[in-house]
Nanobody
Framework: QVQLEESGGGLVQPGGSLRLSCAIP????????MRWYCQAPGKSRELVAL???????NYADSVKGRFTISRDNAWKTVFLQMNSLKPEDTAVYYC?????????WGQGTQVTVSS
């Protein structure tokens, strides 16, 4: 089963920054939308940010102005730049890629914001 691979998570102090990356296998093509989700303990998975093929973006209200989703020119890596991190941003972050026929997920990377 084809999976995405997230990296870049870790422990950071409040106010700090992290940059998450998601590697997309060569076998995945025709991407329509790239997304980042997060899931905090005891909560459901929530959409954090999305990036469309046309370049449109959308963000959860809680991260607007702090997080930025982007990709490389080859459509093989999607990034999530996370600035001004807060303890409530603590969660497992998952990337998600949608093509015309499939949706792919990674296994997630842990982000912990704590002093």
């Amino acid at each position: 089963q084809v999976q995405l691979e997230e990296s870049g998570g870790g422990l950071v102090q409040p106010g700090g920054s992290l940059r998450l990356s998601c590697a997309i296998p060569e076998t995945i093509f025709g991407i329509l939308t790239m997304r980042w989700y997060c899931q905090a303990p005891g909560k459901s998975r929530e959409l954090v940010a999305l990036l469309t093929r046309q370049g449109g973006t959308n963000y959860a209200d809680s991260v607007k102005g702090r997080f930025t989703i982007s990709r490389d020119n080859a459509w093989k890596t999607v990034f999530l730049q996370m600035n001004s991190l807060k303890p409530e941003d603590t969660a497992v972050y998952y990337c998600n890629v949608q093509t015309g026929t499939h949706v792919y997920w990674g296994q997630g990377t842990q982000v912990t914001v704590s002093s």
